[in-house]
């Protein structure tokens, strides 16, 4: 950074909507820098009043693309919006790999518009480290919706899912067998589904595909609300405008329903978890050549499991476990 | 269970090759009793003689059909294999979406074969909870390769190679833009790089278009293997034998360069640091109602942020931070 800015000199300017303030702020959250905890704090007590809308998609959905003309129909609304975009990034070498222009297309300068990439390398989780104070910083600086936007199966939609107030599914017809396989296993986790490529001939059957399945497994599972299936085309700019009005019926439901404060509680508290089982991690890492040495040498003769080590951490750094 | 078995008495059953006990034993480790963690940290003292290879791939990569194949040729040398396939499951309602026997075709039902699908719900990481004990059973049941499948993207990926000793990473030709940005980002996790579907007319593409990835990429990030790139086709049994080689092979490589035991000590302090995080997990839930119920309710009522929470749980359980 040219010039060293106070972090709580920053929170001033990101609340006042400051781009370079914000971009710094968000390089801070995901540094993970001691320094910027008391700032992210304010942050996070100014913060509460954005929508925040997860969205993944198995790879090849075309959903990078649906995101930015998403986007640019919130714009259209008049609101401001944010993009964190998660990058299946090395975990060794950390790089990132779709710049935030290219991503954005015809919008990314705009000036109601956020775009940031975070990569995931070194999180505890599917999530980047400082995803959710990105998060926040957005929020605190008067961006109304805020996307996330993940590439992947598995853990990585989990989180998103546990983070997110809507959570977005972008499917694709025809991508073959094993996605068939993966929509079943994430098919509850959305609370709306778009299916892109809609001009493709297959997108009808995908459509009506998904809904029988939703039909089958969501009442199985205990759930109330229909799920709405979106088919939309990125070329054609077709169904983006149903998409958005779609995720904000959800948000309408999630308020009348009480169900977003009962989430907004569980993503706090899966916050506070996550934020606590980096300080074990960090604390690990502190002590590994001194306090924790002896151990690790016992660990690697192999006279002691992982399980009765870890028992050993946690009583040298004051838990004793009962069980 | 029908006839509940004390489960040190099913160590020794386990050790002596007994599929029931087996499976019973990767029951108890899936589900986490506190019963079985005596048991489990025997088998793990008996384990340490499998190769663990960590099999992943993009979807539609046809990477089961390649996996029931690739076992079929390790049998074929004598050896014995244990599957274990991360399934990406509902993280609500926890089912499971391919069946073992499905899964494995012709060598299903061989003595020498034992699969074992694993869900990922509520694990910590992009593993299943148990895997690594899984692991431990199989390797000291006397499995000589044990293939630890995921599908995935991301954070999966990333958490089956600190786990196994080898990784193989399976993509096809022609599978789209997105496949190659992902590639990109997993491009250094293979210590084998299988391109399946060899049939296709585009696969020869796809291998040469790796290898320059390859000769771009690992040289930058200080690797000093090449890496090999496999082409197969499971319905030609085409490459298959050659994959195997090329997998047994990076076990030399390593036992040689004594890397092998730098590979296994990072495994079980990863491991060890996992287990410590899931007791404070475990405690958060157990004192929810109780010691955690006033910093869930200021949580709650935004007067501190996760964060802040997060020091105040640690302290609760006599972890005080100093930064």
């Given amino acids: 950074m040219a010039e060293p800015i106070p972090s709580l000199e920053l929170v001033e300017r990101v609340i006042a909507g400051e781009r370079r303030a914000i971009a710094r702020m968000l390089s801070r959250a995901e540094a993970g820098l001691a320094e910027a905890r008391e700032a992210l704090d304010h942050l996070y007590r100014r913060a509460g009043r954005a929508h925040v809308v997860g969205i993944t998609g198995v790879p090849g959905s075309g959903k990078s693309t649906l995101v930015a ?11 401001k919006i944010g993009v964190i ?25 705009h000036p109601s518009v956020f775009v940031r990439s975070m990569a995931t390398r070194g999180a505890l989780g599917g999530l980047a480290r400082g995803t ?36 977005v599914v ?37 459509v009506s595909e998904l809904q029988s399945m939703l039909a089958l497994v969501l009442p199985a599972a205990g759930f109330k609300r229909a799920v709405p299936v979106i088919k939309t085309s990125s070329p054609r700019n077709e169904g983006i405008a149903e998409l958005l009005a779609a995720i904000d019926e959800h948000r309408e439901y999630l308020a009348t329903s009480g169900l977003y404060e009962v989430r907004r509680q569980s993503i706090r508290e899966r916050r506070m978890l996550k934020a606590a089982q980096q300080v074990l991690h960090d604390e690990f890492e502190r002590h ?33 476990v009962k069980r």
């Fill in 69 to 79: 003309k998403l986007a640019a129909a919130v714009l259209d609304t008049g609101r």
């Fill in 85 to 109: 975009a998660i990058d299946p990034s090395s975990p060794f070498s950390g790089g990132s790999i779709l710049g935030d222009r290219i991503r954005m297309g015809e919008i990314a300068g």
């Fill in 132 to 167: 959710l104070e990105a998060v926040d910083v957005l929020d605190a600086a008067g961006y109304d919706m805020i996307f996330i936007e993940t590439v992947g199966v598995g853990q990585d939609e989990v989180d998103v899912v546990r983070a997110a107030h809507t959570t």
């Fill in 170 to 206: 972008v499917s694709a017809p025809g991508l073959g067998d094993d996605i068939q396989a993966i929509k079943a296993g994430i098919l509850e986790i959305a609370d709306v589904h778009a299916v892109s490529k809609g001009d493709k001939p297959e997108a009808d059957k995908a």
């Fill in 288 to 320: 590994r050549e001194g306090r924790m040495a002896g151990v690790i040498a016992e660990l690697a003769a192999g006279s002691i499991s992982p399980q009765t080590a870890a028992r050993r951490l946690l009583a040298h750094i004051g838990i004793e």
